[in-house]
């Protein structure tokens, strides 16, 4: 009898564990707070009079601060991490603006760029700098001087 209230202890103690951690942690990440996806638009929400209206984000950027000297020449790129989008100089007067968050597994950090090709380096997938054919998300951007503006 004693065998057998151990035992019943054990399981109580021990199947809980052993079923969260089989189930437990898809749940707790389709549940998580949403703050380390990363994944969404940059815009916001407000509420005016009763009624909701989606606000787009600017972005301006001094192209003389040093910061940006990788974009100062044609073909130059960076990841601007800061604002979470890939810059890459495509001319003269057309700076061209990405989310820098991969399409298939949301890295942001780990980028390549040759040949008018983007590869996230986590999984190697490549993803065309053709912003009418490529399934990143490209943002409007205008060079006004020496101010590049960028619409997330």
Same mark, same amino acid.
């Given at each position: ?24 942690? !898809?749940?707790?990440? $389709?549940? +998580? ?13 407000? *509420? %005016? /009079? ?42 003269? !007067?057309?700076?061209? $603006?990405? +989310? ?13 760029? *040759? %040949? /008018? ?36």
């Amino acid at each position: 009898m004693k065998i057998k209230n151990k035992r019943r202890e054990f399981l109580k103690t021990a199947c809980a564990p052993v079923v969260f951690s089989m189930f437990g942690v !898809s749940i707790l990440e $389709a549940c +998580s707070s949403g703050d380390d996806d990363d994944y969404g638009s940059k815009s916001t929400v407000v *509420n %005016n /009079s009763s009624s909701y209206q989606n606000q787009q984000r600017s972005v301006s950027i001094d192209l003389n601060d040093s910061s940006f000297s990788a974009i100062s020449e044609i073909g130059g790129w960076m990841n601007y991490s800061a604002e979470g989008m890939l810059l890459l100089r495509i001319s003269e !007067s057309e700076i061209r $603006a990405y +989310s820098n968050s991969c399409p298939h597994q949301g890295a942001n950090n780990q980028w390549s760029y *040759n %040949n /008018s090709v983007f590869t996230c380096g986590r999984h190697n997938n490549s993803f065309s700098d053709d912003c009418s054919n490529t399934t990143m998300t490209c943002y409007s951007s205008s060079i006004d001087g020496n101010t590049l503006t960028v619409t997330l």
